[in-house]
């Protein structure tokens, strides 16, 4: 079976589209990825064909994108389209329309709400829930003509529910091979938090002032931002007394961001609740977290909750609250043994359960059925 998996805006080696999702269909199909880059090209990685369509500087001029992905799509003899955000779905359906392809809508996001945060408007309230009545009911319209439904948790299946075809779970766990053994002790008081794009949501602010009260008491701690960093993170800290040491490291491969994961002694997730998706999501971070060992100090939203809470690895907090951060690195800090015991619960569960393994199989699963469904 060929595949073509679509995206309009995630970049070309995403970590759920690329590492898990591409190179598992790759063991039985073969995959193209088209998505969206700086620049325009094709190559081959891991067994999967990338093409990159360019895209504009300003993201008004999306829907430039959004053609060159349709011509590209256009011009790949594919059975199926495996597309990742509701303008891909429409790019999917039109495709499917014309050329009479499959089409599978993966969901990572509760889109309603993250789409108006991306366009800027997260603290306009009317605005904000205008936008949201209107996009929800139009991907849930579209998502009916997908012959297929895979959504990344069960709070952003839930709108699926009875909507079609039911959305197969294909959760956002870790490739449990891809991080070497977690190191037997730990030195140093490194705090790192590790994102694609990083923004304020992601809590920034707070952690770097959170990070400035635990210096009170443990004057060598530092704070590593892994991926890129949207915010002017010098301006924040420079109004941040005292100031914490920083290091940035921008956006790493696969096999190096582990090994700079391993390196630090607690991994920190406190997404602000800015929005709805943000309030819902279930990072894939915390799994690479829990992977490498390291106690967490997350967010205590919903399903954040159930894995950290169920895997006894970490301890959740309010993260709009400085000191609440702070208290939850001190307490680690304080307790090696129970840190360490934390970092080993956490691995376990992964290597046991929260690992992509489990839902490789599931996702190999839904395209046999497709292809027994009568696709050549």
């Known amino acids: 079976m060929h595949i073509c998996m679509l995206t309009t805006t995630h970049r070309p080696h995403d970590g759920r589209i690329f590492e898990k999702e591409a190179k598992s269909l790759a063991k039985e199909h073969n995959v193209t990825i088209i998505a969206p880059s700086e620049n325009r090209g094709v190559e081959e990685s891991g067994g999967v064909r990338v093409v990159t369509v360019r895209k504009p500087a300003s993201t008004l001029l999306h829907p430039v994108t959004l053609w060159r992905a349709f011509r590209a799509s256009l011009d790949h003899e594919c059975d199926v389209i495996h597309c990742h ?26 889109w309603p709400s993250e789409i108006p945060f991306d366009l800027g408007f997260p603290n306009a309230a009317v605005l904000t829930g205008f936008l949201e009545s209107l996009l929800s009911p139009v991907e849930l ?10 959504a990344v948790s069960e709070s952003v299946a839930e709108r699926f529910r009875g ?9 956002n766990f870790s490739v449990a091979g891809s991080a070497p053994p977690a190191p037997q002790a730990r030195g140093g008081r490194n705090v790192v938090y590790m994102a694609g794009n990083m923004q304020l949501f992601h809590g920034i602010r707070e952690c770097i002032r959170a990070l400035s009260k635990v210096t009170a008491k443990f004057p060598d701690v530092s704070l590593t931002l892994v991926g890129n960093v949207r915010e002017d ?101 304080e307790h090696p043994d129970e840190a360490r015991w934390m970092g080993e619960n956490g691995r376990r569960a992964v290597l046991e359960r929260y690992n992509w393994g489990k839902e490789e199989v599931r996702l190999l699963c839904l395209y046999q059925s497709l292809n027994s469904s009568g696709m050549a």
């Open 141 to 150: 319209l579209l998502s009916r003509f997908a012959d297929a439904k895979i």
């Open 85 to 110: 955000e509701p303008d891909a779905l429409l790019v999917a359906l039109l495709l499917k329309a014309v050329k009479g392809r499959k089409v599978v809508y993966d969901i990572h996001e509760h």
């Open 163 to 171: 909507n079609g075809t039911e959305p197969v779970i294909i959760s």
């Open 233 to 333: 993170i010098g301006a924040i800290a420079a109004r941040t007394d005292p100031r914490p040491e920083i290091t940035l490291t921008g956006y790493l491969p696969y096999r190096q961001m582990y090994e700079t994961l391993r390196a630090g002694s607690i991994g920190l997730l406190v997404f602000q609740p800015d929005y709805y998706n943000a309030y819902i999501g279930l990072p894939n971070k915390l799994f690479d977290y829990m992977l490498c060992g390291l106690p967490v100090v997350a967010s205590d939203f919903p399903e954040i909750r159930k894995v950290v809470g169920g895997a006894e690895c970490g301890v959740l907090v309010d993260p709009t609250d400085p000191d609440a951060i702070a208290e939850a690195i001190i307490y680690l800090m």
